[in-house]
C-alpha cells in the first residue's frame, strides 16, 4: 500500500508543476487558454488527491471521477474558444 500511496503522491505533485506552469505563461500573456490548463491540471491533482487520502472503498469512488471529467472538459472548451473564428 505504501508504494500506491507514494506514486499518488508523485502524479500529484506532477499534476500541480503543471498547473503552475501553465499560470506562469497565463501570467505573462494574460490568454485564457493556459488559465484553462491550469485550473484543469489544478483540478486533476485535487482528484487524485481525494483518491489517495480519502479512504474511499471502490464502490464510492465514482463521483471523483466527475472532477476528472470536468476537467477535461474545460480543457476541450478551451481548445475550441482559442480555435474559433472571431
Known sequence: MTI???LS???TLGFAAAALFFLRFWRE???EL??????AFLLLGTAQTILAL???PSE???WVYLVRL???VLI???IVRKNRPD
Open 4 to 6: 500506491i500511496a507514494f
Open 9 to 11: 503522491g508523485a502524479i
Open 29 to 31: 500573456t494574460r490568454d
Open 34 to 39: 493556459f488559465l484553462s490548463f491550469s485550473i
Open 54 to 56: 480519502g479512504g474511499i
Open 60 to 62: 464510492y469512488r465514482s
Open 70 to 72: 470536468a476537467a477535461f
Open 76 to 78: 476541450l472548451v478551451a
